[in-house]
């Protein structure tokens, strides 16, 4: 039987840890019969390396990221590079990052419902933000996805990482969904789970526009733990 590893970033916030506990046991829940285990790159163990260390036969590593960037391109898989060369009895494949599956764009939209988006309002897509273009370009397609999937133009993203000084660039968003005719903003965030960088982009926004609405991250969302078990049975039947 092939191996499910679930391979997220890891961070020293205690709700990313419980999030994506919660996104394992559904995947667990769905792949009845499969090996699920779970995975850090960093800060939270059992780390990528351990997880390998104890694995045997085929394992199909899932990134729970949500850019194709340097976590997904240089960081696990060197980890799983070596990991095959410690363990000789592991066959590893690794699948692609969840961020291109149109149903995320739905999981978004499903967490604006939950704090009752309105037409009038202005959405404000919020990223961790990478050093690879290609990365923060798909991001902005998914804005320009969620947008057309609310049909709503007033979407704008910004970076949790590049706010910019004196958050000028979030500043600036703001300013342009306001002159679009937005009545409040409302947050999406294109993350998995609540943490430092989502709190950070929070106090950003309250200062800058007060009522503003804050949608949760995606999170556990149904439709993120598909696209998760989606990928495994597509990498399966591949080989097979």
Do not use: W
Not at 31 to 44: P, Q
Not at 70 to 82: G, I, R, T, Y
Not at 188 to 212: H, I, K, M, Q, W
């Amino acid at each position: 039987m092939t191996t499910l590893v679930l391979a997220a970033h890891g961070s020293r916030d205690p709700r990313f840890a419980a999030t994506i506990e919660r996104i394992a046991h559904g995947v667990g829940k769905q792949l009845v019969g499969v090996d699920v285990r779970l995975a850090y790159l960093d800060l939270n163990t059992p780390t990528v390396q351990q997880v390998l260390a104890e694995c045997a036969g085929d394992v199909m590593v899932a990134p729970l990221l949500l850019s194709a960037a340097f976590h997904s391109k240089v960081d696990l898989p060197a980890l799983v590079e070596q990991a095959c060369a410690d363990n000789p009895a592991i066959d590893v494949r690794q699948l692609p990052t969840l961020g291109g599956d149109p149903r995320l764009v739905t999981a978004l939209a499903d967490r604006l419902d939950e704090v009752g988006v309105r037409p009038t309002d202005g959405v404000l897509v919020t990223a961790v933000g990478s050093s690879d273009d290609a990365a923060d370009g798909a991001v902005h397609r998914r804005s320009a996805e969620l947008a057309a999937a609310l049909g709503n133009p007033l979407v704008q993203t910004v970076f949790a990482t590049r706010l910019g000084e004196d958050n000028n660039n979030l500043r600036a968003a703001i300013r342009r969904l306001h002159r679009g005719g937005a009545r409040r903003i409302v947050v999406s965030p294109y993350f998995l789970s609540a943490g430092l960088l989502t709190e950070r982009v929070d106090a950003a926004v309250d200062a800058l526009a007060p009522g503003a609405q804050i949608a949760g991250p995606l999170g556990a969302h149904p439709l993120l733990v598909d696209v998760v078990c989606d990928r495994y049975r597509a990498a399966v039947h591949a080989v097979v």
